[in-house]
């Protein structure tokens, strides 16, 4: 068991020490003398104030709890660094259990055919949700499935839908889920409606799966990851999310219309929102749209696959 210089955090890595030499030092040690070495600390405490050291102490302690950010954090250190400072930016914080921002480890395979174990920033489906409400432009945002006989018209131009809701929930529990549809109104009054089928969803599933098998997020819960997917693809091609809270003033609510009217192209709507490309780059083994785990069924996968269950 090793010991950091203030006493924060421990860890039993002893399989580690094996491997790699440098583990001889704790994480945290490492960690700290890292971002030191980089001059990351300050812009750590920039954005983070005084919770700095129990951020900080969480991304260690999530390093320390998972097999392969550990072996990220020795392959790649700076990757996991850079991950972490991107959450800082955001303010979201980075336990798995809470499902706004993961740090992901995944393989990179290497020109010389080698496999690198780094790790990248994902934001996640209760992250987009919260930066989106810290614009302060929206009013409403919300995305319900729709049961059979619900929908009654769809005009994919317009993007007028209408429905029929059953009002008896136990009886609406009993019909089959149709589609999804994602729905947002902003302060002064802009709406913006998408609709997906199931067949849309299960082909949108189908395309961005790696091997053969439909990965664990979506087997243990379609219904879930279809929400996600639709409220994904509402807020982050059509809507607008902010890393600051802000009030609804009038230039950002124009923006957020403009993108809805598709007045933007997608440089555009990067620039508008607070939100870079590079945050939203996934590995190659990283549904895009909703963060999913993609499974090829190699032990590496699986590994890797529980380190995100349910993005």
Known sequence: MATTKGGIIKTQVKAATVQHPVAQKSVAAIFNDLI???GMQKRFHELLGKRTPQFLSAVVSLINSNSSLLQAFHDSPMTIIQAALKAATFDLPIDPNLGYAYIVPFRNKKEDG???MEATFIIGYKGMNQLALRSGVYKKINVVDIREGELKSYDRLTQEIKLEFVEDDDE?????IVGWCGYYQLMNGMEKTIYMTRKQIEQHEQRYRKGKY???GWRDDFDNMSMKTVY???IGKWGVMSIDYQSASPSLIATAEAIAKGEFDDEDTDRFNDIDNDAVTVPGNVDAETGEIKEDHTEDD???EESIKDV
């Open 114 to 116: 080698s496999y690198k």
């Open 172 to 176: 609406r529990e009993k019909l089959p």
């Open 36 to 38: 030191d070495r980089e």
């Open 302 to 304: 699986r590994i890797l």
């Open 232 to 234: 994904r693809r509402l």
């Open 214 to 216: 439909m990965g664990k």
